[in-house]
């Protein structure tokens, strides 16, 4: 047991980062000249890449509490899903739209000032005691991330449809997609998630000022004004789309404007993990 821990600590980001990357390759070249083969060879360095991605969060001491630990846990749960829903719909063009999204928060962790520093003890350890409830804020606000997340992939899914249908281009074998219809209701899914998780998450963090009596300390950081901004835009959302009752690019746009402003949130040095998850 112990020399097969010895192998699995050996597993490093770039393993992961690299199998995500020749994916995304094989991606781009299908939608070049589209083969089979080609879908199958990224499936299976996708979920190489998981694979390795799901030993290194489990063995390695990851600081939670960082960009680097949010950025990490973010991609493993989104390239989980890509894994899914490339498996599930082989036919279409999935990992062409969710792969940039993992690679992309693989390569900022791997790029973050944290990344490689020893961490202590094990990620799961911080779920037990005292810190329980800081790590609740903390995990809260990443499942809304995920979902921020879906939905970014969902609108530009949507947008590059609705380009393609206006502009009356033929069909390309190596870019099927879904229709407007099912992108539209992903995007609306998710929001529907996201929306009381990061409300809850939020929440959470105002208790645990009010325990520590800390309220309104720090409120000025980029960290709060940006998970607020990223509350406001989705609260906006919902409005749009159940108000208003405004659908399309419109509310594919500002789901943009969400993902912008969760990526500046995840890569703040004061993040909602930050010691222990708490605010």
Known sequence: ?????????????????????????????????????????????????????????????????????????????????????AVHHHKLAWGLFALPVVFGLVVLAALSPEAGRDGEGSWWQDFQGVRVWGYLHGALVLLAAVGVCVGFVASVMYLVQVRRLRAKLPPTPGMKLYSLERIEAM????????????TAGLLVGIALQLQSGTLFQGWDTARILSSLGLWVVFAILLYLRYGAHARGRQVALLTVVAFALLLFALLSPQHPFAQGGGP
């Open 1 to 85: 047991m112990t020399g097969m821990g010895e192998v699995l600590a050996k597993v490093t980001i770039f393993c992961f980062a690299a199998s995500y990357g020749l994916a995304l390759a094989l991606e781009l070249w299908h939608l070049v000249a589209p083969r089979p083969i080609l879908r199958f060879a990224s499936i299976t360095l996708g979920a190489a890449g998981v694979l390795a991605h799901s030993i290194f969060v489990w063995v390695q001491p990851i600081p939670l509490g960082t960009p680097f630990g949010s950025l990490l846990f973010l991609g493993w749960i989104l390239a989980v899903f890509y894994l899914y829903g």
């Open 187 to 198: 995007n609306r899914r998710a929001i529907l998630l996201s929306f009381p998780l990061l």
